[in-house]
């Protein structure tokens, strides 16, 4: 397998522009998770999805974060309109059950909005 | 307070030492998570461990429940460990992870 896939690698856009990052889990896992991490902040939990139903969004900062998976090989995270305070790492991961078990991770997005 | 907690934040160590990270958290958990964070960026699970100890070539993780404590072992230590380590737990209640701000240890041959 592949692993956790992650596109784009890096993004860099200007204030106000929609942002989409693509995440493609491990063939088979049925937990995916969104991650951001910041120098300030380390890495923080934005939302997790069971069997492409989302399950907790409580760390999404604001409506401007939405994620969606629509099937079992595919998710989005999108940010519009983006702010400079958004600028972080993006990590995706899968896991076979739940936080309980080993988490796998893409190799994240770095994004940068100016 | 922080849920959990790490030190130290930096770490040096002359190739061959023997390294110990320490991990304290303050909430009751299913699991606590070992993660590794090279300079690249990619973070990789080291260990995952809800009782005793692990062992994986030069590192070794234990846990004491009882003490809400974990540790990381890294025997004859190399440059090519140098990276961020990570501890994160899973939270009893949740099906989430609440990780620790990481510890940068810096191997020099």
């Known amino acids: 397998d592949a692993g956790v896939i992650q596109s784009p690698r890096h993004e860099v856009t200007e204030m106000g522009q929609e942002v989409t990052l693509r995440c493609k889990p491990i063939?088979?896992?049925?937990?995916l998770f969104w991650y951001r991490q910041t120098m300030m902040r380390g890495l923080e939990l934005l939302i997790y999805f069971n069997n492409n139903v989302p399950i907790d969004d409580s760390g999404m900062p604001e409506d401007r974060f939405s994620a969606k998976m629509p099937n079992a090989s595919f998710s989005t995270l999108k940010i519009q309109p983006s702010e400079p305070r958004d600028s972080a790492v993006y990590f995706c991961?899968?896991?076979?059950?739940?936080?309980?078990?080993?988490?796998?991770f893409g190799p994240g997005t770095r994004l940068t909005v100016l | 307070k922080n849920e959990v907690e790490q030190s130290p934040q930096n770490l040096t160590a002359q190739e061959g030492e023997f390294i110990t990270i320490n991990c304290s958290y303050s909430?009751?958990?299913?699991?606590l998570h070992w993660l590794q964070q090279h300079p690249g960026g990619g973070i990789v699970s080291l260990f995952m461990?809800?009782?005793g100890k692990k062992k994986h070539g030069r590192l070794i993780a234990t846990i004491n429940i009882q003490e809400k404590h974990s540790s990381l072992h890294i025997t004859a230590s190399h440059p090519r460990d140098s990276a961020v380590y990570i501890c994160?737990?899973?939270?009893?209640?949740?099906?989430?992870?609440?990780f620790g701000t990481g510890t940068r240890l810096q191997v020099f041959p």
């Open positions: 461990l809800s009782s």
């Open positions: 063939s088979g896992h049925d937990y």
């Open positions: 991961a899968s896991s076979l059950i739940d936080s309980r078990n080993e988490q796998f």
């Open positions: 909430v009751g958990i299913s699991a």
């Open positions: 994160a737990v899973s939270r009893l209640d949740t099906d989430k992870l609440i």
